[in-house]
Structure formats: C-alpha cells, structure tokens
C-alpha cells in the first residue's frame, strides 16, 4: 500500500506539472495571438482612417465645387429673371399679330392631321404595290420557266422535224428504187413475153414439130434459161 500511494503521488505530480506545462504553452500562444491581432487592428485602423480623410476631403470638394455652380446658377436665374420682366412691357406691341395663335395652330393641326391621312393612304398604296411587285416577280420566274420549257420543246420539235425530213427522204429513195425495181422487172417481163411470142408464132416450125422447139424441149441449157424468164415475167 506505501509503494502503490507512493507511485499514484508521483503519477498525479506529474500529471499537475504536464498540466502547468500545457496552461503556460496555451497562456503564450494565447498572448502572442492577440498581439498579432492588436497589431493588424491597429494598422487596420491606420489605413481606414486616411481613406475616411481622403474620402473626407473629396467629398469636401465636390461639396464647395457644387454650393459654387449653385451660387452661380441663382444669379444667372435673378438676372434672367430680371431681363425677362424688362423684356416682357417692350414685347406686349410686338406679340399683337400672333393674337390669332390658337386658332392658327388649330388650322395646322387640321392640314398635319389630313397630310397624315394621306401618307397613310400612299403607304397603304406603295404596300399594295410591293405586293403586286412580289406576284409579278414569281409570275415571271414562272415565265421564264415556261419559256425554257417551250426552248426545250422547240429545240425537241425541230429535232423531230430534221429526224421526220431525213425518213422522208430516205423513204423517197427507197421508194425510188423500189420504182426502178419494178420498172426493171416489168421491162424483163415483157422481153420474156415477147420472146416466147416470137417462139411460138415463128413461121419456121411448128410449136411441136419446129427444130426450135425440140431444141427448147430437148436442150437443158435452154430449158433452164427460159424457166427463170418465165418466173421474172410472172
């Protein structure tokens, strides 16, 4: 029991001067902080109060400048004042003709009012006519489209034309020759025919007995030559 009492006085010793320790490091940071913060306080302080002098003294200026444009500006106010009442008996005689004011300007309000009237009606005019200006420039973009369909349309027409011009003279030729065609065969049908006239009615033989006519019965050559004749002929 003396050694544990023993060692819980040194334990608790200790912990006491830990704790002054640890009071007295606090007390100084504590102490040194505030210093630091006095500090920047009253520099804080320093430069608030110049810029209040400066501030101060500006506005100081601007105040003096402004009650001397304010001085200035009510004596200008009197002397107008006073000129404009000196001048008002000498201008009573000079303002007699414009006595008839209102109803001038009564007659001017009336031809403003009928000049408005009618720039209202020409812009009313010119719209319409912007309009009309607008339709016409789509019509003729429309005609101008048509128009390049007609081009094209010629243009195929005449392409029809040269096409048609040449068949009709190549069916010219042919039919010319078709023409000289059958022109030759009727000529070589008539010689056929003509021919075996001259056969057939020789006083010289018979059409049976005639040496001729054997000839004709009896030769190949003959035979065969005057076949096709008679072939061309019908």
């Known amino acids: 029991m003396d050694e544990l009492t023993v060692n819980h006085e040194a334990a608790i010793q200790e912990?006491?001067?830990?704790?002054?320790?640890?009071?007295?490091?606090?007390?100084?940071?504590?102490?040194?902080?505030?210093r630091d913060l006095r500090k920047a306080h009253e520099q804080q302080k320093?430069?608030?109060?110049?810029?209040?002098?400066?501030?101060?003294?500006?506005?100081?200026?601007?105040?003096?400048?402004?009650l001397f444009q304010k001085s200035s500006l009510r004596d200008k106010a009197k002397r107008f004042e006073e000129a404009l009442r000196r001048s008002t008996d000498e201008h009573i005689d000079t303002l007699a003709p414009y006595q008839h004011i209102e109803e001038?300007?009564?007659?001017?309000?009336?031809?403003?009012?009928?000049?408005?009237?009618?720039?209202?009606?020409?812009?009313?005019?010119?719209?319409?006519?912007?309009?009309?200006?607008?339709?016409?420039?789509?019509?003729?973009?429309?005609?101008?489209?048509?128009?390049q369909q007609n081009e094209d349309l010629m243009a195929r027409i005449d392409n029809n034309l040269a096409l048609s011009r040449q068949l009709s003279e190549e069916n010219a030729?042919?039919?010319?020759?078709?023409?000289?065609?059958?022109?030759?065969?009727?000529?070589?049908?008539?010689?056929?025919?003509?021919?075996?006239?001259?056969?057939?009615?020789?006083?010289?033989?018979?059409?049976?007995?005639?040496?001729?006519?054997?000839?004709?019965?009896t030769s190949p050559t003959l035979s065969s030559s005057i076949t096709p004749l008679a072939d061309l002929a019908s």
């Not at 006491?16 to 902080?33: F, K």
């Not at 031809?111 to 020409?122: A, G, L, R, S, Y």
């Not at 039919?175 to 059958?182: A, L, R």
């Open 104 to 147: 001038d300007l009564k007659s001017l309000k009336d031809v403003v009012e009928m000049k408005n009237n009618q720039i209202h009606q020409q812009e009313k005019k010119i719209s319409d006519l912007e309009r009309v200006a607008q339709k016409n420039v789509v019509l003729e973009e429309r005609m101008q489209v048509l128009q």
């Open 173 to 217: 030729n042919l039919q010319e020759n078709v023409e000289k065609e059958n022109g030759e065969k009727k000529r070589l049908s008539r010689n056929n025919e003509e021919l075996l006239w001259r056969l057939q009615t020789s006083p010289l033989c018979s059409p049976c007995s005639s040496p001729i006519h054997r000839s004709f019965s």
């Open 46 to 66: 320093v430069t608030l109060e110049e810029d209040f002098e400066k501030l101060r003294l500006s506005l100081q200026d601007q105040v003096d400048t402004l």
């Open 15 to 34: 912990l006491r001067d830990m704790h002054n320790i640890t009071m007295t490091t606090l007390y100084e940071e504590h102490a040194r902080t505030m």
